[in-house]
């Protein structure tokens, strides 16, 4: 076979399973931090650091194997680290505890710390009773570690001695919290918590509390979001500043204007203010912690912004947030949005400190790395997070064009379209690609996965169908009691968008997608007859049994997606593929992980039976130790072949 480099197909091991996910950057005292889940190493997490503004130094590994930095908290985790002075803590996903490295003991830059430098702070629970931890922050004014304990079905801020010991209660949360962050001072804490059946991205409430100096919350109260009277708004990332006139000043993303923007609290008045008013989104579905889009570095306010399914890196520059008082409020200030010019649209994990910035950055030619930003003279320098270079020449590179198409009901409705490297052409086989979530989105940074299949001369549309974050609470909202309708109506429009173009043929339309998109793939195999073939990653086939067996983070959300569970069985029956199989008369792959508690395995096991006896041609691929997403190189690369020649196969491509 031709090398990528010599106009080659695009091998599976080149494009998935070699390239470390980057996650959780942070610059701290000078320091770079930052996670690298490795696929080689089955998907183990590891944390390292550099000195910040020196890319070409080599990087400390801080936890070497067998250390695994993963959170089981609501599932998907996130939140695995926190730093503070010389203290490291994180949760091992090897007995789900509390761990505390010791940086004064790391004497030399080029070695991993020795065991000694571990100490365990949290001891395994006594009894039958799990117990998760995520989302810290250090407290050094209390010497403590406070995050969220996720135990007997309810979740709660704790406190952990940075000495160790058994995590106490500070707040006990109604059902869901977590997002704490502590003032400057010390002296107050503000967090999010949210209730089912709403999802954090639904219905949220921002709370905030006085620490006392015992270290103790006082007066804990509500005071944005639905407990504190609005019940149709969702926040994100509540983030401390220090105003110029030295008071602290608490910020967060409120969506309650129809995108999620920012927003402040004036002290005098209790009110909300708008720091900027954007038909733009400085938030995300909180599937997970730690999730930054917004940094306060000292003296400047940094944040992330999405704009018709991009990013952009920029700064805010901020009105008069001086001192405040009753007589006069400082509502009426200003703040200006500043777009930096930087050669990349999607962005992750925004960091600053004195005048640097990181984020995870990726851009259509380019692949993910730790973007670092030097404010003052503007210079950057993006570390890829593969130190081999892309196995593709940048001419060779399918790059991403805008894809506007009537949806469902005829709403606008937007896609990423990525032609065959040889050029869009009529008969042209084309992939449709429904992302996860359903709220994900579909973003433009290079993916070695895509272009996997553009090197074989298919396109790809990469469908941000009704439901999908990036476009405001409204395309959103979509969705709403439509899963199963308007994302599968949206994404075969997508499909005859691009067939109508003279870009693909008609009889060689692919479908596939993973969890959410696995529910959206085999629904448009059901209902639709635009596709021919579709492949299923640990995808939903009867909503029945996932209303009644998935997690408890998304046990109330079908109510939202489909309808109150038990009332609208009729729907959920209506929807649910397995109970319309004898519909898909297309061949069908499946994969999934059998540890997977999102999705169970037996959803997989029932939809490939039902289509197996009525004779349509079925493979089915089972993962033993993968659970709800696939981690090992090896898994990754053998899903991707598998795919590729199973279509190819089914639709008679050379």
């Not at 570095?297 to 009753?326: P, S």
């Not at 994990?349 to 640097?356: F, Q």
Request: proline letters at 7%; hydrophobic letters at 40%.
């Amino acid at each position: 076979m031709q090398s990528e480099a010599a106009g080659g197909p695009l091998s599976a091991q080149a494009a998935v399973g070699t390239i470390p996910a980057l996650k959780e950057p942070l610059l701290q005292d000078g320091q770079l931090y930052w996670l690298e889940q490795r696929p080689q190493e089955g998907g183990r997490t590891t944390l390292l650091r550099r000195a910040a503004g020196e890319p070409q130094s080599p990087a400390q590994e801080l936890t070497p194997a067998p250390w695994n930095l993963r959170s089981r908290v609501h599932e998907y985790g996130g939140g695995v680290w926190a730093i503070g002075g010389e203290h490291l803590v994180f949760v091992h996903d090897g007995d789900r505890c509390l761990w505390h490295l010791d940086l004064t003991q790391l004497t030399d830059a080029a070695q991993a710390p020795g065991e000694a430098a571990f100490r365990r702070l949290t001891p395994p629970p006594a009894g039958a009773q799990p117990r998760g931890f995520a989302d810290g922050l250090i407290d050094l004014h209390q010497q403590r570690w406070i995050g969220v304990m996720e135990q007997q079905g309810r979740d709660a801020l704790v406190a952990v001695p940075l000495a160790g010991g058994e995590p106490s209660v500070l707040h006990g949360c109604a059902d869901f919290g977590g997002y704490g962050t502590l003032s400057p001072s010390g002296r107050q804490l503000a967090w999010l918590e949210w209730q089912q059946p709403a999802m954090p991205w639904e219905r949220t409430t921002l709370w905030l509390a006085s620490v006392d100096s015992d270290g103790q919350l006082q007066l804990p109260r509500a005071i944005a979001g639905e407990q504190a009277g609005s019940t149709d708004e969702s926040l994100f990332q509540p983030l401390w500043i220090e105003a110029p006139g030295g008071e602290e000043r608490l910020l967060v993303a409120s969506d309650a204007s129809g995108f999620w923007n920012l927003q402040w609290l004036d002290p005098a008045s209790q009110a909300w203010r708008p720091l900027l008013t954007m038909e733009a989104e400085f938030g995300l579905p909180q599937w997970v912690y730690g999730m930054l889009t917004t940094a306060w570095d000292g003296k400047q306010l940094l944040a992330l912004c999405c704009q018709a399914g991009a990013w952009t890196l920029g700064r805010i520059e901020i009105g008069a947030l001086g001192k405040a008082n009753a007589a006069q409020p400082t509502h009426t200030s200003r703040s200006i949005w500043q777009p930096l010019d930087l050669p990349f649209n999607d962005l992750a994990g925004l960091s600053a400190e004195a005048g640097r910035v990181v984020a995870v950055a990726s851009g259509p030619s380019c692949g993910p790395g730790l973007l670092e930003l030097e404010l003052a003279s503007g210079g950057w320098h993006h570390s890829p997070a593969s130190a081999a270079p892309c196995p593709l020449p940048q001419a060779r590179i399918s790059q991403p064009e805008a894809l506007w198409f009537e949806g469902h009901g005829g709403a606008p409705t937007h896609a990423w379209y990525y032609p065959p490297a040889a050029g869009a052409h009529r008969d042209a086989p084309l992939l449709v690609k429904s992302h996860s979530g359903p709220t994900s989105m579909a973003r433009t940074g290079l993916s070695l996965a895509i272009q996997y299949w553009t090197s074989r001369g298919w396109g790809v549309v990469d469908v941000n169908y009704g439901g999908s974050t990036g476009f405001g609470r409204a395309y959103r909202q979509r969705l709403e009691g439509q899963w199963g309708v308007v994302d599968v109506a949206d994404c075969a429009a997508a499909a005859q968008a691009v067939v109508a173009a003279g870009k693909a043929d008609p009889a060689r339309i692919a479908i596939e997608g993973g969890s959410a998109g696995g529910f959206t793939t085999l629904a448009a195999l059901c209902f639709t007859t635009v596709f021919k073939v579709g492949a299923s990653r640990y995808g939903v086939a009867d909503l029945t049994a996932l209303a009644r067996e998935t997690h408890r983070f998304e046990a109330g959300y079908l109510d939202s997606l489909v309808g109150p569970w038990p009332d609208a069985k009729a729907i959920y029956e209506n929807r649910s593929p397995l109970l319309h199989a004898d519909r898909i008369r297309c061949p069908v792959i499946f994969f999934q992980g059998l540890d997977d508690k999102v999705v169970p395995p037996g959803q997989t096991e029932r939809m490939a039976s039902a289509l197996q006896a009525n004779g349509v041609p079925v493979e089915v691929h089972r993962f033993a130790g993968e659970g709800h997403g696939f981690r090992s190189s090896a898994v990754q690369s053998q899903v991707l072949e598998a795919t590729e020649a199973f279509f190819r196969r089914h639709l008679a491509l050379p």
